[in-house]
């Protein structure tokens, strides 16, 4: 390998996946904590209003993240040049069934992933050391979609470009993962549910995560550790969300709990 090539590409990497970061957290912050009105008719989570010191921190950390993920992203972009890698760009190379079933694929794979490490590094042997800088935002703001510290960010970048050398996919389902992982990362820490209720309550929202599942995650660290799908928290009981929403609790509950409040 030419290291000097790699070199720039890492570099070149490392500012277009920060200035991406940049740009999609920027604009929600914006449009969520700082424009007047509801632009999003997004809904508060929580009251707490997190301080500016927690937001450079974010900040710092997440472009300390982007650096990390340029190289091994580097990586595949100089194998990939030499056609050392699983993505390709003929669609009839694998034709079009792959084509749209490798996206989910790799969402369910790096889903899996994420909610085995995620739950490692709640261990309380490792959660001060690699874990501890992403709870710092009790009540995360957009710009924490990537404020992890180094350890963790190591961990988190390993598996999409082992991936990429494994499972084939297309040039343009890498590009759509890398994009939609940028604004779940940044929407889930935003501290606002954008999913209207209708979808929230429907087949989407029972089964996709959005910011109200993960930020009771950063409000009560032991439930809802995954990132993409409710799976694997349901399939180990770590799932919490309905009950815990007054504005998401079924009404039969909702009836219930008023019957029995004392002279209800
Ligand atoms: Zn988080
Ligand atoms: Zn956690």
Known sequence: MDWTTYLLTTVALFVFITLRYLAIAGFFYWALWKRPGNLLRARKLTDITPPPQLIRSEIKWSVIASAIYAVPGALVLEAWKVGGTAIYMDISEYGWVWYFASVPVYLFIHDTYFYWTHRMMHHPKIFPIMHKVHHES?????WAGFSFHPTESILGAAILP????????????????LVLMTI?????????????DRLLKGVIGRNWISAAHHNLHHQRYTC?????????????????LEMEYEFLRPATAAAALESGKPGG
């Not at 009790?138 to 957009?142: A, D, E, F, I």
């Not at 082992?162 to 993962?177: M, R």
């Open 138 to 142: 009790r009540q995360p703001t957009p």
């Open 162 to 177: 082992v991936l990429a050398f494994i499972i084939p996919i297309h040039v343009s389902g890498i590009l759509f993962i």
């Open 184 to 196: 779940v990362s940044v929407t889930n820490h935003s501290g606002f549910e954008l999913l209207p």
């Open 224 to 240: 809802n550790y995954a990132l993409y799908f409710r799976f694997w928290d349901r399939v180990m009981g770590t799932d919490r």
